[in-house]
């Protein structure tokens, strides 16, 4: 299914998102650009594009076809599907939060996998054929979905388990008719908590995964 979606590990950790005090899986979480920024920055110097190989995908999708975005179109772009995805997501459990020109899906592992496994509950593809329908609806975006777990487990078994997961929502996107092309997965396992390991509470947070989303833009 997922022959031209590059899928990468990530053994070392980078940069967490910014933390504000909303609650996580309300839906409307969103971040100062200021704030998204420096995350973002992390993340660049951490060489998580090239990791996911966001050059290659970019020049497979401008030489498909598929238009970049350049100056403040990429501004609006993003902020038109930021909308559709609050109005689809909103109760679903999925959060939606803004860092600068980028998106990011929050989904926690209790409403999306049951314990210890990578196989997607069906109570969830509702929500997934949700994002599917955005996702094709705005074609002009790269999507990098990452895996996470907590810290209970070896760091090789949660590594294993957070690849297998995102591989499986990135999957399940594509079936639905969401170019593979646009896709990375990476699995990060247990090196970016968002929460404290110390509580079931806590290690409920860190088991999630991510769906990422940045604007195809136009080569320099």
Do not use: W
Request: net charge neutral; charged share 15%.
């Amino acid at each position: 299914m997922l022959k031209k979606i590059v899928a990468v590990t990530v053994i070392a950790g980078f940069a967490a998102g910014c933390v504000t005090s909303t609650d996580p899986y309300t839906g409307q979480q969103k971040i100062s650009n200021t704030a998204g920024g420096a995350a973002l920055g992390a993340l660049a110097g951490a060489g998580v594009g090239l990791l996911a190989g966001g050059d290659d995908r970019r020049n497979a999708l401008i030489g498909a076809g598929i238009g970049a975005l350049a100056g403040g179109s990429i501004g609006a772009y993003m902020d038109q599907q930021e909308a559709q995805l609050r109005g689809q997501l909103q109760g679903t459990g999925v959060s939606v939060t803004r860092q600068g020109d980028y998106i990011i899906l929050n989904m926690p592992s209790n409403i999306t996998f049951t314990t210890d496994s990578a196989s997607i509950q069906p109570a969830f593809y509702p929500t997934l054929n949700s994002v599917a329908l955005v996702l094709k609806e705005y074609n002009r975006t790269l999507v990098d979905v990452y895996g996470h777990t907590d810290s209970t487990g070896s760091d090789q078994y949660n590594l294993d388990l957070s690849r297998r997961r995102a591989a499986s929502v990135a999957d399940y996107l594509v079936a639905q008719g969401t170019s593979g092309e646009r896709f990375a997965v990476i699995g990060v396992g247990e090196a970016q908590p968002i929460a404290s390991n110390a509580t079931p509470e806590g290690r409920a947070q860190n088991r999630r995964v991510e769906i990422r989303l940045s604007p195809l833009r136009a080569p320099n």
